[in-house]
C-alpha cells in the first residue's frame, strides 16, 4: 500500500475528468501529462493506441466503480500511475454491476507489469474499501486523496489490532475506578471539533426535519398517555421540556450523538405503577418519584464508574437483532393498533364519520408509501445523481408535508384527528416546576431504593443494547462508541429530570436508527446472481443534528397552537416507515423471509454459503421464539409482566449460550457474526 501512496505523490491526479466513455477518458488524461511533461508528446498517439486496444479486448472495469486500464511500451522509461475521478460515472460492463468512477491508468515499459503487480492488488484492496471510495468521491485535491489513503492505512491497522483484542472497542474492563469513561473521553474528544463540522451537510438537514416530527409525535403520544396515568402529575408538557433539554444536553456532552433520547414503553409502565403505589401507599407522588429518581441516577453513575458497560460484550448479534426486530415491530404495531381504533370509534360515535375515518387510512399509507418510495429514488434510472439523493434523503418530509397538505386542503369536507399539543407552556395541571423532594417521608427516601433497582436494570439494559445497535460495524462508524460516559451522562439526566418532575428518558432505538440511516451514504451491491442490497458506506458522525432536532422541538413550546395542523394519521405513517425501514436491514427478518422463498433462489449471502439451510431455518427459528416471548411480555395487559420486561431481554444472552450446545460452533460464526462480510467479486482482466 505504501508503493501506491508513493505512486500518487509522484504521480499525477486528474479529478472530475469530464468524459462519456473510454477513449474521451484516454485523451483528456494523456493531453493533461503531456502538459505536465510526464510523456512525450511523440509518444502520445502510442499510448493512446496501445490503451484502447487493451481496452478493446475486454473491459477493464474490476468492480467497485473502478477501471484498471494499462499500457506497456518500451518507449517510456519509467513506471507510472494516474489517479482519475470522473465528473460522471461511466457504465462499463463492470460484474457487480456498478459504473466507474475512479480510473487508474497504469503505463510504462514493459518490465514494469511485474513491478505493477503489487499495486494492482493495493488498488484491488483499497477500492473495496466503502470509507475510502466516499472520501475519495469528495476529495477537492491531491492532498484530501492522500489523506483519504492514510485514513485507509491506518484504519485497516486499527482493524488488525480489534481483531486481535477480546472485546469489541469501548468494551474493553479496565479494572480501574472511572477507567471506562476516562478511555471514552480520551477517545471522543479528539473528534469533537469534527462532529460539528461534518454536520454541515445537506444530509443534515434533511435528517433534522425528518427525525423532529418523528421525535415530537412520540413525545406528544407518551406524554398524553403517562399524564393519564400520572392524573395529569407528568404529562405532554412536561415530555416536551424534558425531550428539548435532555436532548440538547445529551448532544453537546454524550460521547455518541448518533443516540436520540426519547420515551420509551417499559419506562412508561415503571412510573404508572409507581405512581398507583404511591396512592396505595397515601404518599406523595412526585417526591417519591424524586427519590426512585435520584437512587437510579447514583446507580447508573457508579455503574458507568465501574465499567459495568463492559458486560455488553457478552451480548451478539443474536440479542441485537431480536431487540431490534421487537422495538420496530412496536412502532408497526402501535400505528396499526392507532389507525384501527380510530375505525372503531366511526363505528361507536357517528358524529366521527367513516369519511374521516377512511381518510386517516389515506393519509397514514400515503405518507408511508411516498417516504419508502421516496427513500429508494437513489436506485433509481431517472433525473441527475444530486436530485436523486436530493429525494431519497428528503423523503419523509416531504411525504409528511405532502399528506399534512391533503388533509388541509380537505379540513372543510372532512375533519381528522390531529397533533393534540397544549395552549401554552406550563406544567399538565399547573404545579410548579420544582419538585420538593423532602416532602416525602424519611424511609420513602430509603425504601425507594427497592424500585431504583429495577429501574436501573431497565435503563442500563435500553440504554446499552440501543448504543450497540447504533455502533453496530455495519454502520461503518469511525469515531468509536463511548458507553460508559453515555450511560453516566443519561444517569446525571434522570437525576435532574426527578427534581423537576419530568419523565426519565433513554435511548430510543427506533429513532437512533433512524437518525444513523438518515445520515447514512448507501451503495447498492449487486451479487453475482443478480440480487441487490443497499450497503452502508459512509455516516456523517456528527452533533448538530441531535442538537438542532432538539432545539426545534424546544422552539415548538413556543408555537404549540401551530402544531395542531398535522394530522396524527399521518405521523401513524411515519412511525410505519420507520418501523419498516429498521426491519430491512435486520439479518433476522431476511433470514425468515427465506421460509417463503424458493431455495433455488436463496441469495448468495455468507450464511447459506456456509451454513446448512436447516440450521439457518433452526436458528431463526430460535430467534423468533425468543421474539414471539419477547412481544407476549411486552404488550401484555399484565402490567406486573410487563414490568419484568429487562429480565426477559438479559435471558438473551444464556440463551445465546445454550445455542451452542444446538448448533455447530462453525455455523454459529456464520449466523451469529459481529459485522456482514463483504461479497466483493473481483474481475481480473487479462
Not at 461511466?90 to 466507474?100: K, V
Not at 401554552?424 to 424519611?442: H, S, Y
Not at 436491514?585 to 447459506?608: A, K, V
Request: charged share 15%; proline share 4%; glycine share 6%.
Amino acid at each position: 500500500m505504501q508503493l501506491l501512496r508513493q505512486a500518487l505523490v509522484e504521480g499525477s491526479i486528474v479529478l472530475d475528468l469530464d468524459a462519456r466513455d473510454m477513449e474521451s477518458v484516454f485523451k483528456k488524461t494523456l493531453d493533461a501529462l503531456v502538459t505536465e511533461g510526464r510523456v512525450p508528446i511523440e509518444h502520445r498517439g502510442e499510448l493512446e493506441a496501445a490503451l484502447l486496444t487493451r481496452e478493446g479486448l475486454t473491459s477493464t472495469a474490476i468492480g467497485n466503480a473502478v477501471a484498471v486500464p494499462h499500457a506497456y511500451l518500451d518507449v517510456l522509461n519509467d513506471p507510472a500511475i494516474v489517479f482519475v475521478r470522473l465528473a460522471r460515472p461511466i457504465n462499463l460492463g463492470a460484474l457487480d454491476g456498478i459504473p466507474t468512477r475512479f480510473v487508474f491508468v497504469l503505463m510504462g515499459p514493459s518490465g514494469a507489469t511485474v513491478e505493477h503487480l503489487e499495486t494492482l492488488a493495493a488498488i484491488a484492496r483499497l477500492m473495496s474499501d466503502d470509507e475510502f471510495r466516499y472520501e475519495a468521491r469528495s476529495a477537492r485535491n491531491q492532498q484530501d486523496l492522500l489523506s483519504a489513503l492514510d485514513h485507509f492505512i491506518s484504519r485497516t491497522a486499527s482493524v488488525a489490532r480489534e481483531a486481535l483484542a477480546d472485546s469489541p472497542e469501548g468494551l474493553t474492563y479496565t479494572g480501574k475506578l472511572f477507567g471506562g469513561l476516562r478511555e471514552d473521553f480520551r477517545r471522543r474528544w479528539s473528534h469533537y471539533r469534527s462532529d460539528f463540522r461534518d454536520g454541515l451537510n445537506p444530509k443534515s438537514l434533511s435528517s433534522t426535519l425528518f427525525l423532529f416530527f418523528a421525535c415530537l409525535a412520540p413525545a406528544v403520544t407518551f406524554g398524553g398517555i403517562m399524564g393519564a396515568q400520572t392524573d395529569g402529575k407528568i404529562g405532554v408538557v412536561e415530555m416536551l421540556v424534558a425531550s428539548a433539554a435532555c436532548g440538547i444536553v445529551y448532544a453537546l456532552v454524550s460521547g455518541q450523538p448518533l443516540v436520540i433520547l426519547g420515551g420509551v414503553g417499559p419506562l412508561l409502565v415503571f412510573t404508572a405503577i409507581l405512581f398507583r403505589l404511591c396512592g396505595d401507599l397515601q404518599l406523595l407522588f412526585l417526591p417519591a418519584y424524586a427519590w426512585v429518581g435520584f437512587w437510579t441516577a447514583l446507580m447508573l453513575v457508579g455503574l458507568a464508574a465501574t465499567d459495568a458497560s463492559c458486560l455488553m460484550r457478552h451480548f451478539t448479534r443474536f440479542t441485537d437483532e431480536i431487540f431490534s426486530a421487537l422495538m420496530a415491530l412496536i412502532f408497526i404495531y402501535e400505528a396499526l393498533r392507532a389507525i384501527i381504533a380510530i375505525f372503531r370509534r366511526s363505528f361507536a360515535d357517528e358524529s366521527i364519520g367513516h369519511d374521516a375515518a377512511f381518510l386517516s387510512l389515506i393519509l397514514a399509507i400515503g405518507t408511508f408509501y411516498i417516504a419508502i418510495s421516496l427513500s429508494q429514488f437513489r436506485r433509481s434510472n431517472y433525473l441527475l445523481p444530486w436530485m436523486r439523493e436530493f429525494l431519497a434523503d428528503f423523503g419523509p418530509m416531504i411525504a409528511l408535508a405532502a399528506m399534512t397538505l391533503v388533509s388541509w386542503l380537505l379540513r372543510d369536507e372532512v375533519a381528522t384527528s390531529t397533533l393534540q399539543a397544549p395552549d401554552t407552556l406550563q406544567t399538565t395541571i399547573g404545579r410548579a416546576w420544582l419538585v420538593d423532594p423532602f416532602a416525602a417521608p424519611l424511609w420513602v427516601r430509603f425504601s425507594a431504593i427497592g424500585p431504583a433497582l429495577l429501574a436501573t436494570v431497565l435503563v442500563f439494559l435500553t440504554q446499552n443494547i440501543t448504543a450497540r445497535l447504533v455502533n453496530s460495524p455495519d454502520h461503518r462508524l469511525r469515531k468509536g462508541p463511548a458507553y460508559h460516559l453515555d450511560l453516566a451522562v443519561v444517569g446525571g439526566l434522570i437525576g435532574i429530570c426527578s427534581l423537576f418532575g419530568l419523565p426519565w428518558l433513554v435511548a430510543a432505538t427506533v429513532r437512533s436508527l433512524a437518525h444513523v440511516r438518515g445520515l447514512a451514504t448507501m451503495d447498492e451491491v449487486i451479487s453475482s446472481d443478480g440480487t441487490t442490497r443497499e450497503r452502508v458506506t459512509h455516516v456523517e458522525e456528527n452533533r448538530i443534528t441531535g442538537l438542532a432536532i432538539h432545539v426545534l422541538i424546544a422552539l415548538s413550546l413556543l408555537l404549540l397552537p401551530a402544531l395542531k395542523v398535522v394530522p396524527m394519521s399521518v405521523l401513524y405513517g411515519i412511525f410505519l416507515f420507520m418501523g419498516a425501514v429498521s426491519l430491512s436491514g435486520n439479518q433476522f427478518f431476511e433470514r425468515m423471509t427465506l421460509w417463503l422463498m424458493d431455495p433455488g433462489l436463496y441469495p448468495r449471502t455468507h450464511y447459506i454459503r456456509q451454513a446448512p439451510v436447516k440450521v439457518i431455518h433452526r436458528f431463526t427459528l430460535l430467534q423468533l421464539a425468543c421474539l414471539a416471548a419477547l412481544c407476549v411480555v411486552t404488550l401484555s395487559p399484565n402490567e406486573s409482566l410487563r414490568l419484568s420486561f429487562p429480565l426477559f431481554i438479559g435471558l438473551l444472552v444464556p440463551m445465546r449460550f445454550l445455542a451452542g450446545r444446538w448448533f455447530d460452533a462453525n455455523d454459529l460464526t456464520a449466523l451469529d457474526a459481529g459485522e456482514t462480510p463483504h461479497e466483493e467479486e473481483t474481475h481480473w482482466s487479462a
